[in-house]
């Protein structure tokens, strides 16, 4: 054996079969929900151009400063490309890239997949970890921001999660906006800087927006007297604000607007949001998103609003854990699937045909709704019921020296033990097991 045996490395883990359901049923849940409401999938690749995040998330985030695992440039005069940090960017690079602002900029997509961030690893935080994203471009309208926030509300009820979440929105206005609270935030802040943390001091001159989610207690107290954008905004940002307020309130959204909520990426425009959970504590997020709308022009397309969000898949599987979720009911068939015929081969002359008659069979279920095994290690026929029975088999086809002989099976229905003989020559077979499984 290894002395330095091979360990998945910090911050990622293996999803083994025996979890691995959850989150098949988590992206179950997804892709319901996103057909619901007439989202599309888009794929776009793991690693982008390092320039493309830079650009996007801001030289300043945490993100880009700390965060990323880059590939430095493989050739001289080659690009240094980096392991997604989060979809937002790719997915606006694909939009423009793929000129959907000029032929249909209407366009609403989802994602899931795995985003690399070099965080220090902690209970829901990893370095490779899965969102469920959403991104809706081109429309500046109220209507889509309350839609989208609607959404990310749905896929936690859909998981059960009905209580004990807080809806967080607020507004970061428009650039101009942002400019003068900038400046306003400035002098307010400069009477306390010494007297922050460390962070908050080094995030004073950079992005002083980050001072009011510092969640250092002492830093928390200090930020509660600072002057809200809100106070300041234009009218029009001001006005979309309300219209989102307005539209969450006639979908019988209960939201909570938290005026310290500035998210930690560079590319928001007017209504940020996040959905707490928040018994998880300091990192108690379990989705973040909100308007990008110069976000497309940013990355070389034509000026077009835009709206999405991520889901955090670590810290909601660990809120569903907390919660008894989700019922047993609903994950049943994931968790432990059954096998709906078991192919027992008698002696060693049927094991060969044995494997022929699964391979025909399960090409004519291969919808995926007909699970049919056998035994592929050469055990005795014991073993091979009892494994049957192990894994559930609603029927069982039995292949013995005299069936072969006379070009049959019997099938055996283990709910009633009712046996019969079936020709294999022809379609009768298939239509026997049909008969069997039907429910
Ligand atoms: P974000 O707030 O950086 O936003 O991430 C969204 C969610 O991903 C967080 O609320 C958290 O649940 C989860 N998350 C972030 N980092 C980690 C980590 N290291 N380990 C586990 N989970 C993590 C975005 O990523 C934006 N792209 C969201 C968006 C889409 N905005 C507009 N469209």
Redesign the pocket.
């Given at each position: 054996m290894a002395s330095d045996p091979f360990r998945a490395p910090r911050g990622t883990r293996d999803l083994l079969p025996e979890e691995s359901w959850l989150q098949r049923h988590i992206e179950r849940v997804a892709e319901r929900l996103t057909a619901a409401y007439a989202y599309r999938e888009v794929r776009p690749p793991l690693l982008e151009e390092t320039r493309l995040f830079s650009r996007s998330l801001g030289e300043q985030s945490d993100v880009v400063e700390k965060e990323m695992f880059t590939i430095p440039p493989r050739a001289e005069g080659s690009a240094s490309h980096t392991l997604r940090p989060?979809?937002?960017a790719g997915v606006v690079r694909a939009y423009v890239q793929g000129g959907y602002a000029k032929r249909a900029p209407f366009q609403k997509w989802f994602y899931f997949g795995p985003m690399f961030?070099y965080?220090r690893p902690q209970k829901?935080?990893?370095r490779q970890?899965d969102?469920f994203?959403v991104?809706a471009l081109g429309s500046d309208n109220p209507l889509l921001d309350a839609e989208v926030i609607d959404l990310a509300c749905r896929f936690f009820e859909a998981l059960g999660m009905t209580e004990g979440l807080e809806v967080r929105v607020n507004s970061m206005g428009d650039p101009e906006d942002r400019a003068a609270w900038r400046s306003i935030l400035i002098s307010h802040f400069e009477g306390q800087v010494a007297e922050r943390c460390e962070e908050c001091r080094r995030r004073y001159t950079r992005n002083v927006f980050r001072l009011l989610d510092c969640k250092n207690p002492r830093c928390v107290e200090l930020s509660a007297s600072a002057p809200p954008l809100l106070d300041s905004m234009s009218a029009p940002s001001r006005l979309h604000h309300e219209q989102v307020l307005g539209a969450l309130q006639a979908l019988g959204r209960k939201v909570q607007v938290d005026t310290s909520l500035v998210?930690?990426?560079d590319y928001y425009t007017r209504t940020v949001f996040?959905v707490h959970y928040p018994s998880l504590g300091a990192r108690s997020?379990?989705?973040?998103?909100?308007r990008?709308d110069g976000l497309v022009e940013e990355v070389g397309g034509p000026a077009t609003p835009a709206i999405?969000?991520?889901?955090?898949i670590?810290?909601t599987l660990i809120a569903l854990e907390e919660l008894g979720l989700p019922p047993e009911a609903d994950v049943a068939d994931l968790k432990t699937p059954g096998v709906d015929l078991y192919v027992v081969a008698v002696g060693e002359e049927e094991r060969a045909q044995a494997l022929q008659l699964a391979s025909r069979l399960r090409a004519s279920f291969d919808d995926g709704s007909v699970t049919i095994d056998l035994d592929l290690r050469g055990r005795s026929v014991k073993a091979q019921f009892k494994a049957a029975d192990k894994a559930r088999a609603r029927a069982v086809l039995i292949l013995g020296p005299e069936e072969r002989a006379a070009g049959q099976a019997v099938l055996r229905e283990m709910g009633s033990g009712t046996e019969e003989r079936v020709d294999l020559d022809g379609s009768a077979l298939e239509e026997a097991v049909a008969a069997a499984l039907a429910p």
């Open positions: 989060e979809g937002t961030r965080e829901g935080r990893e970890f969102q994203g991104e998210r930690g990426l996040e997020a379990l989705c973040g998103g909100g990008y999405g969000f991520a889901v955090g670590t810290p």
